[in-house]
């Protein structure tokens, strides 16, 4: 597997764990809606050709009057072939402060599988409606090497029937070492299928690019995504 970084040893046996551990958080969290206004957690899994991957996206206001917010995303890729410790797990969890209509600041920690955790600093953009979603979330990554990183996901759900949905999802990533300035990790995500009340599903595509180098890796499959 080409990839921008070394793994750690130690999430050969412990990332599995990790992700675990956020979905018993996850539960708790539906567990204490009355504490804040939630928006639906939607928890999605792909079975491609050479991989697992695990997306969820926890997006909570402390109260229906504060600006103050929590926005959290789990993203996981996970081998068939778990020799190598290859498992990319990565875990953002970052504070929102809604400034302005639907422009947030943000700022928190990310896990990620190699580096460790990493301060971040940023701004959002969210705007949702039935039909469309938009997310961008360009930041900075205060590393030995600061790095930056973009991240957007488009939604288009136009309603079919009074029981599906055409569900499409374009979802990019591009982070760049500012101190190398170079290339660092990429990718570009496709979805389309149906939705029918919560549950969605479909095929996927992953196109995963890393280093300097822009080494491509495919990762072909299905996948199905419940709202919760």
Same mark, same amino acid.
């Given at each position: 597997?080409?990839?921008?970084?070394?793994?750690?040893?130690?999430?050969?046996?412990?990332?599995?764990?990790?992700?675990?551990?956020?979905?018993?958080?996850?539960?708790?969290?539906?567990?204490?809606?009355?504490?804040?206004?939630?928006?639906?957690?939607?928890?999605?899994?792909?079975?491609?050709?050479?991989?697992?991957?695990?997306?969820?996206?926890?997006?909570?206001?402390?109260?229906?009057?504060?600006?103050?917010?929590?926005?959290?995303?789990?993203?996981?890729?996970?081998?068939?072939?778990?020799?190598?410790?290859?498992?990319? %797990?990565? &875990? *953002?969890? =970052?504070?929102?402060?809604?400034?302005?209509?639907?422009? +947030?600041? /943000?700022?928190?920690?990310?896990?990620?599988?190699?580096?460790?955790?990493i301060p971040v600093a940023g701004f959002q953009y969210f705007r949702a409606s039935p039909k469309w979603l938009f997310l961008f979330n360009p930041g900075l990554q205060f590393t030995e090497n600061t790095n930056f990183e973009g991240v957007g996901i488009?939604?288009?759900?136009?309603?079919?029937?009074?029981?599906?949905?055409?569900?499409?999802?374009?979802?990019?990533?591009?982070?760049?070492?500012?101190?190398?300035?170079?290339?660092?990790?990429?990718?570009?995500?496709?979805?389309?299928? %149906?939705? &029918? *009340?919560? =549950?969605?599903?479909?095929?996927?595509?992953?196109?995963? +690019?890393? /280093?300097?180098?822009?080494?491509?890796?495919?990762?072909?499959?299905?996948?199905?995504?419940?709202?919760?």
């Open positions: 597997m080409a990839k921008s970084y070394n793994s750690p040893i130690v999430f050969k046996y412990y990332s599995k764990y990790i992700l675990l551990l956020f979905l018993l958080i996850s539960a708790f969290s539906l567990a204490q809606e009355k504490l804040y206004k939630r928006a639906p957690l939607p928890i999605e899994i792909m079975f491609g050709n050479d991989k697992v991957n695990y997306l969820s996206i926890l997006d909570l206001q402390f109260n229906e009057k504060s600006k103050f917010g929590y926005f959290g995303v789990v993203s996981a890729l996970l081998p068939y072939q778990n020799e190598d410790a290859s498992n990319q %797990i990565v &875990i *953002n969890n =970052l504070l929102t402060y809604n400034f302005k209509g639907n422009f +947030y600041a /943000t700022a928190g920690l990310q896990y990620h599988y190699a580096k460790g955790l488009i939604e288009y759900k136009p309603k079919i029937s009074d029981k599906f949905r055409l569900y499409t999802r374009l979802q990019g990533l591009y982070n760049y070492n500012f101190n190398t300035s170079t290339h660092d990790r990429s990718f570009v995500y496709v979805r389309g299928g %149906i939705t &029918i *009340n919560k =549950l969605s599903f479909g095929v996927g595509l992953n196109l995963d +690019y890393y /280093t300097s180098l822009r080494k491509r890796e495919e990762n072909l499959g299905i996948f199905i995504q419940h709202l919760f």
